[in-house]
């Protein structure tokens, strides 16, 4: 019989990574028996650091691979490299990896041609569409073909690993990480200047920046965006915009200095969790948001044609409205205006857990041989 995992490494480079995996972390390190050893990539560098310390999580390795105009060639070339150098010398019983990124199915590959076991936590979540999202779709079925321990979110989740061909054993579903890490983050009297900015006004928090989305899609999203602010007076939209220029130019061109919009730069992951506790609603083209504002009870309206959390869109808890600027107009004006659809969004039941997704993968991860 093989020995109990003792040595577990985890493995992330982005921010929505850290955010999902730092709680793990820290669960991890609770117990005595396991040594655990984190490694970072760097694939986002100043994001991924505010995360780090909004969690207090110090690296055991940084790869640092993160240079200006980076290619998804660049990500992958380089996180394989160094993973190498990791992984021969550490020797980990088990590799952890998060969700669906360059990162994580890199460093997935990494630990399969060293002959390590994999554990993909946020397993199972599909598009079926390798367009859409891109390369994100990608990622995650190729996550799925190597590893060894599956931690769904959710019981569609599980089920799509299972007609994959996953052994029903190898699958458990625990919840998402990201409901964990919201215990730690949300701040009840918390408080910020542009947070004061938006006061007497319904806060809408903003975020755009999807790679399939860059071009007329955007362009298309931020129109509906500004002709809603335009016609509704008692709303205030928030966007911390993310460091990409080509989003940064898009939001500049249509928004210009619009009174009520005010655009930020990135909030950290502490900030960014208490914004939205405090907004009315939120519109994005995120993954991970889907999950966190549910939680928050706040109604999200998803900006891209796809999702791979159809589990919101079955509860209520989210609408898919596409990137047709008329149609974001439309449903983005209805949640304003009927209250009744905005509080049906609000209360419905979040799919995702309870929060303790964090100790049900640690209790699995003790109990494997």
């Known amino acids: 019989m093989k020995e109990k995992i003792k040595k577990v490494m985890l493995v992330f480079g982005t921010r929505p990574e850290a955010v999902k995996m730092c709680p793990l972390m820290k669960e991890l390190n609770k117990e005595k028996e396991f040594e655990t050893i984190c490694c970072v990539t760097g ?25 200006d105009r980076q290619t998804l060639f660049d990500v992958t070339v380089n996180v394989l490299n160094g993973m190498k150098k990791v992984l021969e010398k550490e020797r980990p019983d088990v590799v952890l990896v998060h969700g669906d ?25 599909r598009t079926y569409d390798l367009s859409a999202p891109f390369p994100e779709e990608f990622n995650r079925q190729g996550i799925g073909i190597l590893a060894k321990y599956n931690f769904a979110p959710t019981e569609t989740a599980k089920n799509n690993l299972i007609r994959e061909g996953k052994e029903p054993e190898s699958v458990f579903v625990t919840g998402n990480t990201v409901i964990d890490a919201l215990q730690t983050t949300i701040i009840p009297e918390y408080n910020h200047p542009d947070l004061e900015w938006a006061k007497g006004s319904r806060l809408v928090l903003l975020t755009a920046h999807r790679r399939e989305n860059l071009g007329q899609p955007l362009y ?45 730069e990135p909030l950290d992951v502490l900030d960014f969790h208490n914004f939205m506790n405090q907004s009315y609603m939120i519109l994005t083209d995120s993954g991970g948001i889907q999950e966190e504002a549910p939680a928050l009870g706040k109604p999200v309206l998803v900006m891209r044609n796809t999702t791979e959390r159809p589990e919101g869109v079955e509860a209520g808890t989210i609408k898919l409205v596409g990137t047709n600027a008329s149609v974001i107009h439309e449903e983005f004006l209805k949640l304003l205006t009927s209250y009744d659809e905005y509080i049906a969004m609000g209360k419905a039941s979040n799919p995702y857990g309870n929060g303790t997704a964090c100790r049900q993968i640690v209790s699995i991860l003790k109990e494997r041989r």
Not at 45 to 64: I, N, S, T
Not at 104 to 124: C, R, S
Not at 229 to 245: G, M, R, S
Request: aromatic share 8%.
């Open 43 to 67: 694939q986002h560098r100043q994001m991924l650091k505010q995360v780090l310390q909004a969690f207090q999580v110090e690296p055991d390795y940084d790869l640092a691979i993160m240079k």
């Open 220 to 264: 298309d999203i931020f129109k509906g965006i500004k002709d809603t602010l335009d016609e509704v007076e008692d709303i205030k939209v928030i966007y911390p915009i993310h460091i990409n220029p080509v989003v940064r130019k898009i939001a500049r061109e249509v928004f210009g200095d619009h009174p009520r919009m005010r655009i930020i």
């Open 101 to 125: 990124t360059t990162t994580a199915f890199t460093a997935g590959l990494a630990a399969f041609y060293a002959g390590i076991p994999v554990g993909h936590v946020e397993a199972g979540l």
